[in-house]
Nanobody, 112 residues
Framework: VQLQASGGGLVQAGGSLRLSCAAS????????IAWYRQAPGKQRKSVAT???????WYTDSVDGRFTISRDNAKNTMYLQMNNLKPEDTAVYYC???????WGQGTLVTVSS
């Protein structure tokens, strides 16, 4: 399983970014998906998850600002991030838990 993440960048506080993660070699329509992030000097933590049945979970700090989604036809997952804050600065990773598959990470930097 290969995951290719993209969409990170530098944005001002209050701005938006949309991360994408394309999966190859396996259809993930029947798998849970997740986004994690790792801030400098901190542990990697879960940000958002979506079950195969489209049930979602968000960590408290992003709930109401981030939206996880999936396009099973394109084998791609997304993380829409709105009203970004400096504390959202991190490397963001996509994940398919069942296969312990990880994307390479995409850097999001939010300036104040």
């Amino acid at each position: 399983v290969q995951l290719q993440a993209s969409g990170g960048g530098l944005v001002q506080a209050g701005g938006s970014l949309r991360l994408s993660c394309a999966a190859s070699e396996i259809p993930f329509s029947m798998r849970a998906i997740a986004w994690y992030r790792q801030a400098p000097g901190k542990q990697r933590k879960s940000v958002a998850t979506m079950s195969s049945g489209f049930a979602t979970w968000y960590t408290d700090s992003v709930d109401g600002r981030f939206t996880i989604s999936r396009d099973n036809a394109k084998n791609t997952m997304y993380l829409q991030m709105n009203n970004l804050k400096p504390e959202d600065t991190a490397v963001y990773y996509c994940n398919i838990p069942q296969y312990d598959a990880w994307g390479q990470g995409t850097l999001v930097t939010v300036s104040s």
